[in-house]
């Protein structure tokens, strides 16, 4: 049973270019999170898609947009980057629903951005 | 910004040894969830506590959530290195634009000394 995957795993980028991170969740998983993650700080929330929308957003500027394909996979693009987008972007994924478990979310390894 | 702060940030202990962390919020939440992360990789779901619940057992972790005084605790028995590691403490919230989303702290850094 396949976890959560994330690729690239390294990116290095210089400030002014775009990058996109992409995210496959956990088999069985239909919602997606993506969560930034600065050295030495806990994960921030960015967004949430459910269904191919996002559904939440976390405080973060409208150059940090996603999407969500019929498989449930994901992108994260970011654009301007700037060199405070350095981090660690991390993707989760759950199964909505009701039941308390619906709330725990699989995390991948991530991707570690660099902007220079 | 982050709902939850733990404490203390960081901690170290002999293998064997119990270790605590304390984590405390600022909303009204669903559940509070423990996770792990090694090495800034990705986390680990611990343990997932419910508003209505007081404390829970897994293994040789026990958690416990006061609503009262916002705050919850991270036991750890019978410490192994392999429990080395940043423990995050996170929240969902109760209202339902918060559903689902996970708000964390700043985690507490822990190294288990062989």
């Known amino acids: 049973d396949a976890g959560v995957t994330q690729s690239p795993t390294h990116l290095i980028k210089t400030r002014g270019q775009q990058v996109t991170l992409r995210c496959s969740p956990k088999?069985?998983?239909?919602?997606v999170s993506w969560y930034q993650q600065a050295l030495g700080q806990g994960p921030q929330f960015i967004f949430q898609?459910?269904?191919?929308?996002?559904?939440q957003r976390g405080n973060f500027p409208d150059r940090f947009s996603g999407h969500q394909f019929p498989n449930y996979s994901s992108e994260l693009n970011v654009n301007a980057l700037l060199l405070g987008d350095s981090a660690l972007y991390l993707c989760a994924s759950s199964l909505r629903g009701l039941a308390p478990s619906s709330y725990e979310q699989y995390f991948g390894p991530g991707t570690r951005l660099t902007v220079t | 910004s982050q709902q939850g702060e733990e404490d203390p940030q960081a901690l170290s202990i002999q293998e064997g040894e119990n270790a605590t962390m304390n984590c405390s919020y600022k909303?009204?939440?669903?559940?509070l969830q423990w996770y792990r992360q090694n090495s800034g990789r990705g986390l680990v779901h611990l343990i997932l506590i419910r508003s209505n619940e007081r404390e829970k057992h897994s293994g040789r972790l026990r958690v416990t959530l006061d609503t009262s005084k916002k705050s919850s605790s991270l036991l750890i028995t019978a410490s192994r290195a392999a429990d080395t590691a940043s423990y995050f403490c996170a929240t969902n919230g109760d209202s339902g634009g918060s559903n689902y989303k996970l708000t964390f702290g700043k985690g507490t850094l822990l190294t288990v000394n062989p």
């Open positions: 898609y459910y269904e191919e929308e996002e559904r």
């Open positions: 088999s069985g998983h239909d919602t």
């Open positions: 909303t009204s939440i669903n559940n």
